[in-house]
């Protein structure tokens, strides 16, 4: 059983890049406010980042459910989220996007994404009402920081402010930047966890099997214990370098990590944290290999 905690979906991008649009072309491409950038796989030629294209790639790789996040790049799909949740309501959790000056509601979802490194107003503090809305809502919250500490302290406050919130680090705290581990131990707080969303994006150069990354995790599980780590996948973006399945075997096929803290990573945690209850045991598909 494998839990993605990090994956993305959007029907055609109406996001920002800075103060610049992004926008979905076709062949897996986007215009990412000016550059012409491969934001997906080559194959999903028409531009959409379908439910039924990740639901395929979870199928064939053995991955039980995910969890759909947002980002600024990508814009609101809110609507797009819902629509995929209420089609295949056991394997998703759905993150409603949080935009500052923009409207939101927590309405029909299970958390929400709050990208506190893009926000238009800096300062998390000042965006107070999100959280106490999750909060009193029972919703939790996923989070992605500026590099190494510069937002550290402000959320120290936030997770002191809401003992009981479940909050996760994205991006597995930018854990190629200094001071990365300052991230981390935000997860010594009893309900905070961190996400590996991401993971082999910050690793690229080294590539599959990614050993930086496994002594990476081991280093994270040191700060704050396996107990508190999940593994996200960053779908589709990570999949123009590797498949779907790529993205956690490295952790399955590592000799550096316990079989009991490989279940932890990939699914029990995240389990428990997201509250998925009712996943489907998938049956192995051999493939022509």
């Known amino acids: 059983m494998i839990i993605d905690a990090h994956a993305h979906l959007w029907k055609t991008q109406t996001g920002r890049r800075d103060n610049n649009p992004v926008r979905t072309l076709e062949n897996g491409l986007s215009d990412f406010g000016g550059e012409i950038k491969q934001m ?3 194959y999903m030629i028409s531009g959409e980042n379908s439910p039924e294209m ?7 790789a053995g991955v039980n459910g995910a969890v759909i996040v947002g980002e600024v790049m990508d814009g609101n799909q809110n609507d797009y989220f819902k629509q995929a949740k209420a089609k295949y309501p ?5 993150c409603a996007f949080y935009d500052d ?9 299970d958390g929400i994404k709050i990208c506190a490194c893009k926000l238009k107003t800096p300062g998390i503090q000042r965006h107070i009402e999100v959280f106490e809305k999750a909060n009193s809502e029972n919703k939790f919250v996923c989070i992605e920081l500026e590099d190494g500490d510069a937002q550290v302290g402000e959320m120290k406050e936030i997770i002191e402010q809401f003992p009981d919130l479940k909050i996760a680090i994205g991006h ?6 200094d001071k990365w581990q300052k991230q981390i131990e935000l997860a010594r707080y009893k309900n905070v966890f961190v996400e590996s969303g991401g993971i082999t994006w910050l690793f690229n150069k080294e590539f599959y099997p990614y050993p930086s990354a496994i002594r990476a995790i081991n280093e994270a599980a040191e700060i704050c214990s396996f107990d508190k780590l999940m593994w996200g996948s960053d779908y589709p973006r990570t999949m123009v370098e590797i498949t779907y399945k790529m993205s956690f075997d490295f952790v399955v096929k590592s000799k550096e990590i316990s079989e009991e803290n490989k279940a932890k990573f990939l699914f029990e945690n995240a389990k428990n944290f997201y509250g998925f209850n009712h996943l489907p045991k998938l049956s192995k598909i051999d493939n022509m290999l």
């Open 40 to 42: 997906m796989p080559p």
């Open 54 to 60: 990740l639901i395929a790639n979870m199928n064939y």
């Open 90 to 94: 056991d394997r998703f959790k759905i």
């Open 101 to 109: 000056g923009e409207p939101y509601t927590l309405e029909g979802f």
């Open 172 to 177: 597995f705290g930018m854990v190629t930047r």
